[in-house]
Nanobody
Framework: QPQLVESGGGLVQPGGSLRLSCVAN????????IGWFRQAPGKEREGVAC????????NYADSVKGRFTISRDKALNTIYLQMNNLKPEDTAVYYC????????????????????WGQGTQVTVSS
């Protein structure tokens, strides 16, 4: 059973940067797509970025392209979300999630495909 633990959230000014981490215990990243999602109060959960299981291909929401980067360190079983040029509209609780994927045709940012979720970390962008 995967156990996902996020960290790295906090308060940052507009234009600033944060790096979120997701430690994925109990799984091998070669066999799971990992996604980063966010949910702001009163809004639906949004798939921000994902990285595919074997090939490590990435997929980003248009709202974060060019500003956010998803990456992973398989030796540490950790997935990162580097967030640059943050905007107030990026304020949300950010979650990582795992989708078992024994074949790799690329990941999708659809939350229903992901079985296991972390507890979330709050990101607040405000001056």
């Amino acid at each position: 059973q995967p156990q996902l633990v996020e960290s790295g959230g906090g308060l940052v000014q507009p234009g600033g940067s944060l790096r979120l981490s997701c430690v994925a215990n109990g799984i091998t990243l070669d066999y799971y797509h990992i996604g980063w999602f966010r949910q702001a109060p009163g809004k639906e959960r949004e798939g921000v970025a994902c990285i595919s299981s074997f090939r490590g291909t990435t997929n980003y929401a248009d709202s974060v392209k060019g500003r956010f980067t998803i990456s992973r360190d398989k030796a540490l079983n950790t997935i990162y979300l580097q967030m640059n040029n943050l905007k107030p509209e990026d304020t949300a609780v950010y979650y990582c999630a795992a989708d078992p994927a024994l074949s790799d045709y690329g990941c999708e940012r659809t939350s229903a495909k992901y079985d296991d979720w972390g507890q979330g970390t709050q990101v607040t962008v405000s001056s």
